[in-house]
Every structure is written in C-alpha cells, then in structure tokens.
C-alpha cells in the first residue's frame, strides 16, 4: 500500500497493492500496522458502515462536534466523489477542502480526520460506499454544514442538482457552522 499527496497534509489517500489475475484479485483493504506505519497515527475503529445510493446522490457535509469521528472511507461498487473540510479553527487548512475520486476500479481509499466535515456524491449508476470510524455514532452531536456553500466553493463535479435528504437540504453555512478548537 501506498499513501499518494493530497492538498491537506492531514488528509491521506491511500492506494493499495492489488494482486490480480484471470480469476480475480486480491488486496488487504485494511491493516492496522501499516495505516499506523504510514500515518503515524493511532488508532482503533469502533464502527464500520455500509450505504448504497443512487447517481446523483449527496451526502454531507457531515460531522459530530463531540465524539468526533475519524473515518476510514472506501467504495466497493460505483463510483463518487469524495470531500473532506478542515473544520479546525487552529489549522493552516483551516476552511479548505480535498476532493477525490474513488471507485471500485480505483480501490483507493481516503483517511478523513476527527475535525472534518465529509461528504459524497455519486457519479455512477449506483455506488456501495464502506467506512470505518473511530466513534460511535451520535446523532446528538452530528452537524451538517450546506454542500452547496458559496464560501467554501466546492467543486463537486456533477451535473445537474444532486439527490439530497431534507436535512441535507437544511444545512447551515460554514459562517454559521459548530466548528473545532
């Protein structure tokens, strides 16, 4: 496995080494020991997570101000597009966002740290999309910050108007938004 360059030094993409032929393929998604080697972070996940969505749908940008939740995130079917914001007011990315491409083709995977918003859109038919978190789930503290946000100027590479949930919908700017010390 190796870790490829993103914008934000504390966001990584991992690229893992596939090992293929006319029966298939195989490759390790998944490795404490090396993602702690490449990262130097440590880390135990507690939740994994598995959603299916249609082309077009949005996701995001979520997050929880408390228990906040580093995700492991990866696609085994389809297609997205994957956006990480920095939400730490003490960061030098402070505000910025990483997005990349992941896909069953690709297998790449991307490390979204505790102190980031996230989200998806789905740019094939349909995308099966798998996550790890190293928090629970806490729908009290779970936050949404508007997809669509002039500030943060996100370039989703999609066409037309995504398939949002309503409180996707009803997402508060970033001006607006609960934000990280």
């Given at each position: 496995m190796?870790v490829?360059?993103?914008?934000?030094p504390?966001?990584?993409?991992?690229?893992?080494?596939?090992f293929?032929d006319?029966?298939?393929?195989?490759?390790?998604?998944?490795?404490?020991?090396?993602?702690?080697?490449?990262?130097?972070?440590?880390?135990?996940?507690v939740?994994d997570n598995?959603?299916?969505s249609?082309?077009g749908?949005?996701?995001?940008?979520?997050?929880?101000?408390?228990?906040?939740?580093?995700k492991?995130?990866?696609?085994?079917s389809?297609?997205?597009?994957?956006?990480?914001?920095d939400?730490?007011?003490?960061?030098?990315?402070?505000?910025q966002w990483?997005g990349?491409?992941?896909?069953?083709?690709?297998?790449?995977q991307?490390?979204?740290?505790?102190?980031?918003?996230?989200?998806?859109v789905?740019?094939?038919?349909?995308?099966?999309?798998?996550y790890?978190?190293?928090?629970?789930?806490a729908?009290?503290?779970?936050?949404?910050?508007?997809?669509?946000d002039?500030s943060?100027?996100?370039?989703?590479?999609?066409?037309?108007?995504p398939l949002?949930?309503?409180?996707?919908?009803?997402?508060v700017?970033?001006?607006?938004a609960?934000?990280?010390?």
């Amino acid at each position: 496995m190796k870790v490829l360059p993103t914008k934000i030094p504390d966001v990584y993409l991992f690229e893992p080494t596939v090992f293929g032929d006319d029966r298939g393929f195989f490759y390790e998604s998944f490795s404490k020991q090396a993602f702690e080697k490449l990262t130097g972070i440590e880390t135990d996940f507690v939740q994994d997570n598995h959603s299916k969505s249609a082309k077009g749908v949005l996701r995001g940008l979520h997050y929880q101000i408390k228990q906040s939740q580093g995700k492991l995130v990866r696609v085994c079917s389809g297609e997205v597009l994957d956006v990480a914001v920095d939400l730490r007011k003490s960061s030098p990315t402070f505000g910025q966002w990483e997005g990349v491409l992941l896909s069953a083709e690709n297998k790449r995977q991307l490390w979204v740290p505790e102190g980031f918003a996230h989200g998806f859109v789905v740019m094939s038919d349909t995308a099966e999309f798998l996550y790890k978190t190293t928090n629970y789930y806490a729908p009290e503290f779970e936050r949404c910050i508007s997809w669509n946000d002039g500030s943060l100027a996100i370039d989703w590479q999609y066409d037309g108007n995504p398939l949002v949930s309503d409180k996707d919908a009803n997402g508060v700017t970033f001006i607006e938004a609960d934000l990280f010390e």
